[in-house]
């Protein structure tokens, strides 16, 4: 098992890059440099530089590696299919010459899929023409991702129509395995009650890339007894710097050992940037309980 470490603007509560309370761009790339990190995700498409050059440079000042864009959009709306056309070949226009490994595919949060975020039992399916549907779209925005040199990467995620292991699975027997493969995020999978060391074994040869996430335990609890929106659920702090939640790193090490993986992992803490937080401290203290259980 080889892992090298990544970290991404989402941890410094980024999620949509016209939003007032982000911090800037260049203290959070600062930021995960002076964490030990070695690369970032492109994060919301308009938040790092669009423009090539200034990117490239901004990395390279950094000697970060630019890793990974993200699509977070509506993928269940066929209304919305060009629009995310549009969006992929754009991020890939960015991607590409920065060198990025990969495109992170997530069914944007939405209702009343937010509201059932965790419920695994009673959260509404996507069914019939709906599913297909946002296959379709995966298909389409894949095939972008491939003819630019970008591995395209399945994200389920918790308050999406990507989430249980059900809808996972439903999506790698739709999705072919040469267009499409998957990155395991181990806090998501907890969420959703999927065992994330499991599922990368199961899954192995089309794990490609991993996000490492940890959950509060008594919080997760709680917002799901009590359906409670995703993004409140964020904002009570559900996600925790890795080793201080429930998610059993102990087994991760062991089938990531077992399936030899050698690759990239991106450190995620979802928080919400209006709540006090110190981001650096807690990917440093993340990059550290890495390094420590799984090295």
């Not at 498409?45 to 959009?73: H, I, N, S, V």
């Not at 946002?134 to 129509?161: N, S, W, Y």
Request: some cysteine.
């Amino acid at each position: 098992m080889k892992l090298r470490l990544s970290n991404a603007p989402c941890s410094w509560g980024v999620e949509f890059a016209g939003n007032p309370d982000n911090p800037p761009w260049q203290k959070v790339l600062d930021d995960i440099r002076e964490a030990g990190y070695g690369a970032t995700e492109l994060g919301p498409l308009g938040y790092l530089p669009t423009d090539t050059g200034e990117l490239r440079a901004a990395m390279e000042e950094r000697g970060l590696k630019l890793l990974a864009g993200t699509l977070f959009q509506h993928l269940h709306d066929p209304s919305k299919r060009q629009a995310i056309l549009d969006v992929t070949r754009k991020s890939c226009e960015i991607l590409q010459p920065q060198g990025a490994e990969f495109m992170v595919f997530i069914d944007h949060v939405a209702s009343p899929r937010t509201d059932q975020a965790g419920q695994v039992d009673t959260a509404t399916r996507l069914e019939g023409d709906d599913w297909k549907g946002m296959m379709q779209t995966v298909r389409e925005a894949a095939k972008i991702c491939v003819d630019h040199g970008i591995t395209p990467t399945l994200h389920p995620h918790t308050g999406t129509f990507i989430e249980y292991r059900d809808e996972l699975d439903r999506a790698m027997e739709d999705l072919d395995e040469s267009l499409m493969s998957l990155v395991i995020d181990t806090g998501h999978c907890q969420y959703a009650s999927i065992d994330p060391a499991q599922v990368i074994r199961d899954y192995a040869p089309r794990v490609k890339y991993l996000h490492f996430k940890d959950i509060d335990a008594d919080i997760h609890r709680k917002v799901v007894a009590e359906k409670i929106d995703f993004y409140k659920a964020v904002g009570a702090g559900v996600f925790t710097p890795l080793g201080e939640g429930c998610v059993d790193f102990a087994a991760v090490k062991q089938v990531l050992t077992d399936i030899e993986f050698d690759g990239w992992v991106t450190v995620e803490q979802d928080i919400d940037p209006t709540k006090p937080a110190d981001p650096l401290r807690d990917a440093q203290q993340s990059r550290e309980f890495i390094e420590r259980a799984m090295f």
